[in-house]
């Protein structure tokens, strides 16, 4: 089943010993997402998760669970997991998973804190948009409210996460809005890093249909980069944070550390801007 399934990972985890746990995804129902459409979800077998560990380099340092959303399992499945990941790889210092926001409101901060004891040691969790009526547009499966208290959840259980947000997102006319509201939702939280991608119109989706249609026009270059610049206007972390718009769906390729590196790549947007 999983062995011929198509593997997504961060680009951070390039490096990163792959861990199948779950195929296709438990929600499945984003308007922008074609990745899982085709793919009926599973969980891989724990015989089958423990032969791969038998086969890893007992001193690997870093997992990563592939899967849409690998903590789909549930607790006691993962701290099993995370148990016998620590047993075949005892190196292993940190385990590395999606996150959906849907999924970790399942989760108590009392079993996250377990987790991470355990060694879940980072998330990367798709927030997408700080407005309401954008994620309900995009049927994403939360609320903006959801999302600050899971986020704050995590923080609280001591497990650090990247956030990953779509400019682009709300359509043509709303990029200013949706970067204003985005911060002030991450503005809330403390995350390690906010990366950012450009939405993209895929093939099959619910939102090339309302493209077709003309429910939804997407944003022009320009204003997509006025977004992100907005967006980094209005971010104020608490703790220092990374600014990462290096993903390949970006129009622009950037990354610094805020709050101390925000003017420089204010700057770097503005120059881009200027040259349209």
Same mark, same amino acid.
Do not use: H, R
């Given at each position: 089943?999983?062995? %011929? &399934?198509?593997i997504y990972y961060p680009q951070d985890e390039m490096t990163t010993f792959l861990l199948p746990v779950t195929t296709g995804c438990s929600y499945n129902k984003c308007a922008f997402c074609s990745m899982?459409?085709?793919d009926q979800y599973g969980e891989v077998p724990f015989s089958d998760i423990e032969m791969q560990l038998l086969n890893g380099y007992i001193y690997t340092e870093k997992v990563f669970l592939t899967g849409a959303d690998p903590i789909s399992i549930?607790? &006691?499945k993962m701290k099993g997991l995370l148990d016998m990941i620590h047993q075949y790889l005892p190196y292993c210092a940190c385990v590395i998973s999606y996150a959906s926001i849907k999924n970790i409101l399942k989760y108590s901060v009392e079993e996250l804190s377990i987790l991470h004891d355990a060694g879940l040691r980072l998330l990367y969790i798709g927030f997408e948009t700080g407005r309401d009526d954008i994620l309900k547009l995009m049927n994403k499966g939360h609320t903006v409210n959801e999302a600050i208290k899971q986020a704050k959840k995590l923080n609280e259980a001591k497990?650090?996460?990247n956030s990953i947000i779509m400019y682009g997102i709300a359509g043509e006319g709303e990029s200013v809005d949706?970067?204003?509201a985005t911060a002030k939702m991450i503005n809330q939280f403390v995350t390690n890093k906010v990366i950012t991608m450009s939405l993209t119109v895929f093939y099959g989706t619910e939102l090339e249909n309302m493209v077709k249609r003309g429910d939804f026009i997407p944003p022009n270059r320009k204003e997509q980069l006025v977004e992100i610049r907005t967006l980094l206007e %209005?971010?104020?972390p608490k703790?220092?944070?990374i600014f990462d718009t290096t993903h390949p769906t970006n129009i622009i390729k950037i990354k610094g550390t805020l709050p101390q590196d925000k003017a420089k790549l204010i700057d770097k947007v503005r120059n881009y801007i200027k040259v349209l």
């Open positions: 089943m999983y062995k %011929n &399934d198509t899982y459409k085709d549930g607790f &006691d497990i650090p996460f949706n970067a204003v %209005n971010l104020e703790k220092s944070m």
